[in-house]
């Protein structure tokens, strides 16, 4: 009877668990300047190429192009899970994500290791999630917080290093290392 109590309360503690949620919101910070919108209405901006009267008058007050910020919206990067896990949990890919968490983090989170994790967590997520392809919007519905931050300042540093993962990623998809491993390097 005992065992069965203890089923019982396991049982009642899983259903009462809220479930971890993905991002509802993107906050834009550009110095003293703040905008939030919803994560749904790029979703749907994305699919349909409309925007909602808050997205055009964000594109407005940031003085972007509409068609530019779908593009961006719907570019995809393969993701390998293999790869990109692996390269996530190394030298280079903890500096990359320290780098990235000063562009992208949970809202008014200052922690530098609760940044990192959100990220490898939202990464490795959208990518299990979509066939191992990545997109921003699929990586904010696999966020781990509901509110997500960019730094725009900081944005237009690191977009110039994104082409950089891409290459990362397809070096230790086609490693060398694996070749010698197997032995069928020619060194």
């Not at 109590?5 to 509802?24: D, T």
């Amino acid at each position: 009877m005992n065992l069965n109590k203890k089923y019982i309360f396991l049982l009642i503690y899983l259903i009462l668990i809220p479930n971890a949620k993905s991002a509802e919101n993107l906050i834009l910070y550009r110095g003293t300047f703040s905008r939030t919108i919803k994560i749904d209405e790029l979703y749907k901006f994305k699919n349909s190429k409309i925007q909602s009267n808050k997205l055009k008058s964000l594109i407005k007050m940031t003085n972007q192009n509409y068609k530019e910020l779908h593009k961006v919206l719907s570019y995809e990067i393969e993701m390998p899970l293999k790869a990109s896990s692996k390269l996530m949990n190394s030298k280079i890919g903890e500096v990359f994500l320290n780098r990235i968490s000063r562009v992208i983090y949970p809202n008014k989170m200052l922690d530098k290791n609760i940044r990192i994790k959100a990220l490898r967590s939202g990464i490795i997520l959208s990518s299990y999630n979509n066939d191992q392809k990545i997109n921003l919007i699929s990586f904010f519905k696999a966020y781990p917080n509901k509110n997500i931050a960019i730094n725009l300042n900081e944005l237009g540093k690191a977009l110039k290093k994104v082409d950089s993962l891409k290459e990362l990623i397809e070096f230790y998809s086609d490693s060398p290392f694996k070749k010698l491993k197997d032995g069928s390097s020619s060194i």
